[in-house]
């Protein structure tokens, strides 16, 4: 007979704390994926009764449980592991009942009946792909989506942080109508996948009739057999056995990297193949340190997003970057991995380049020639053969940078990003996610970093103006800060900090400031110049200060956690553009967990913090945040 915390300990889960039969601890599905900041919040529950336990996170839905006896066998009991289908707006359709081996009925189906309970089968029920609302977010961001036979391998894969379906059937059997549908193909429209089979027959069948259907709905779709990877594979053999064997996410991206398309293969006749041109093999790729531009900071390939507010002085760091780049000088006391070339590409005041640049040059003593250019007359990012023009470009003044100087040309920036490509919505992914792909395909080509600036809105603790896929696409997002006085427009407390790195750290890297400098005299013998950053390395950062009322950060920090995990979008009132909003109820969960009451007396803890909610939610500015009742619950959102 299994413990508790042996049911806990073979799906990953903290055993609880002395005392304690109902708990909170982080997700072995998703924690590790999250943000850096939201890694280790609590938002799996986990419930151990006396006859067994079960748990549920209330950011990636994921749930499950089982008896301590065994005895579970289908729909006669309480499932051992269970998988939710959800649709589009998160709305749970069906779920998916995996029993323990042994059990005759191994899988079965249910739907809610929308009285808490369960009705055993899935008559009517919407059949959708398997973390549907999590896959369409991934595409948006222009990730890709493997795909699977079942939920269990499909969870392996998030664990590792590679976004993964499959659908709710499984494989048919071997010579039987393939169980995939056009619609599943449809959800993926526009995707790169990449197909992954179990290895046996129904498996393989199952593979070649998802990329066959799937072909004329995704971008590109690819077929990953393991088994030709892994000798050791055994019959039936899938991506949560390769897994388990030890492999590891580097491995996996190596060879998604290199899966071919379905039917391409290397001809084979008198010609000889030299396989190790083609292939790479286990133990002749070792680890390596990532190839840097700016160390710990900046990739030496990618996309890496510079956003602040208007004034707060992001073409201006722009400016010091590239000059760093081209003379090897440290950049906000970062060493410089690698000295390069830059090509600007802007679309605001191009004809202030020439003098920021030689107001920066000037403060630096600095005379002589570097490799930095900028582009007259700006590309059409919009047509094939405006695209494939700079990219000719820009591999001439590349080959002009390594004969005059010596260098590669090694990052583009764009600025900014939206006025460059000329965009319609700006709140729209899926013409966000184009221009991200766009931009990664021309740095691939080139071998350089992609740099486009872009706006924050309108409240800075947002982040990137729009569409969440600039975040979402970018390697590296690098925040330029300050404070801007409402009246005058006057900047003051700039601040440069990194808002996401996939690599590396997060947080605030230095203050700064923008200095005059004097270039010369105009005919009317009055002097001109321009500004250039003077990093403060070592002052004090704005998150450091003293915090404000600590309800007030509470409330912020628990709606953008729900928003960012839970939201919803809804249509608050007739006539009103739909929003993504949390429930209020879902907020005031997250801040009674984030609020910390130093009462040892339950009852008055709970009072408190009932009571600093209600000042905390009164206390929420009208212009930043609206609320209403839809869908029979309380909403509450951000305002643009």
Not at 149 to 156: C, I, N
Not at 219 to 240: F, M, N
Not at 453 to 463: A, C, D, L, R, W
Not at 464 to 480: C, E, F, N, Y
Request: aromatic fraction near 8%; charged fraction near 25%; proline fraction near 6%.
């Amino acid at each position: 007979m299994k413990t508790a915390d042996e049911i806990l300990h073979e799906h990953g889960i903290a055993p609880p704390p002395p005392g304690k039969h109902r708990y909170y601890t982080t997700c072995p599905q998703c924690s590790a994926n999250r943000s850096r900041a939201h890694q280790k919040a609590a938002c799996l529950g986990v419930t151990v009764k006396g006859d067994g336990v079960k748990w549920g996170c209330n950011h990636c839905l994921w749930t499950g449980g089982g008896y301590y006896n065994g005895k579970i066998n289908g729909p006669g009991g309480e499932p051992a592991t269970t998988y939710d289908y959800r649709d589009e707006q998160e709305d749970l359709l069906s779920q998916k009942v995996r029993n323990p081996p042994g059990n005759a009925q191994r899988f079965w189906q249910r739907r809610p009946d929308g009285k808490g309970g369960w009705i055993n089968d899935t008559q009517g029920v919407r059949r959708v792909l398997y973390r549907l609302p999590e896959v369409l977010e991934a595409i948006a961001s222009g990730r890709i989506i493997l795909v699977v036979e079942g939920e269990k391998d499909a969870d392996s894969l998030w664990r590792i942080g590679i976004p993964a379906t499959c659908s709710p059937d499984g494989a048919a059997d071997t010579g039987k109508t393939p169980k995939w549908r056009p619609e599943y193909s449809e959800a993926l429209r526009g995707a790169d996948i990449v197909v992954i089979p179990d290895h046996d027959a129904a498996g393989y069948a199952h593979a070649d009739a998802t990329a066959t259907m799937s072909a004329g709905a995704a971008k590109r779709v690819r077929v990953l057999a393991l088994a030709k990877h892994w000798p050791e594979c055994p019959k039936g053999g899938d991506i949560s056995d390769w897994l388990a064997a030890g492999h590891t996410r580097e491995e996996l991206d190596a060879l998604i990297e290199r899966a071919p398309d379905p039917g391409s293969s290397f001809e084979v006749g008198s010609e000889k193949i030299d396989l190790f041109s083609a292939f790479t093999f286990l133990g002749d790729a070792h680890a390596a340190a990532p190839r840097e531009l700016i160390k710990k900071l900046l990739p030496a390939y990618g996309v890496a997003v510079t956003g602040g507010q208007p004034s707060a002085g992001k073409t201006f760091i722009e400016i010091h970057k590239a000059v760093c780049l081209a003379k090897s000088l440290p950049f906000f006391g970062r060493k410089i991995v690698e000295r390069v070339g830059t090509v600007f590409v802007a679309a605001e005041g191009r004809a202030l380049i020439p003098n920021r640049f030689a107001a920066a040059l000037a403060k630096h003593s600095i005379t002589d020639k570097l490799p930095i250019a900028w582009i007259n007359q700006l590309p059409d990012f919009n047509s094939p053969g405006g695209i494939k023009n700079f990219v000719r470009q820009l591999k001439a003044i590349d080959e002009r940078f390594r004969d005059d100087f010596g260098v590669r040309l090694g990052q583009v920036p764009i600025d900014t990003v939206a006025a460059c490509f000329g965009m319609k919505d700006e709140d729209d992914n899926a013409e966000a996610t184009k221009i991200c792909n766009v931009m990664r395909s021309i740095g691939e080509d080139i071998g350089a970093l992609m740099a486009p600036v872009h706006h924050y809105g309108k409240n800075p603790e947002s982040g990137l103006r729009g569409a969440s896929a600039w975040k979402g696409s970018a390697d590296i997002v690098q925040g330029v800060l300050a404070d801007i006085h409402p009246l005058t427009g006057r900047a003051s407390n700039r601040e440069l900090v990194c808002a996401k790195a996939r690599d590396g750290e997060e947080g605030s890297l230095s203050g700064f400031a923008l200095e005059f400098i004097e270039l010369g005299t105009d005919a009317d013998n009055e002097p001109y110049g321009s500004c250039c950053v003077i990093p403060a390395n070592g002052a004090a950062s704005r998150f450091d200060k003293p915090a404000g009322n600590k309800g007030k950060l509470a409330i912020l920090n628990a709606i953008n956690e729900v928003l960012d995990g839970q939201g919803k979008v809804i249509c608050p009132r007739a006539g009103m553009a739909p929003v993504k909003a949390a429930r209020v109820v879902d907020v005031r969960a997250e801040f009674d967990r984030r609020y910390i009451v130093p009462d040892d007396d339950p009852d008055k803890a709970a009072h408190a913090k009932r009571m600093a909610f209600k000042r905390a939610l009164d206390g929420l500015s009208t212009t930043e945040f609206g609320a209403g009742s839809a869908e029979g619950a309380d909403w509450i959102w951000r305002i643009r």
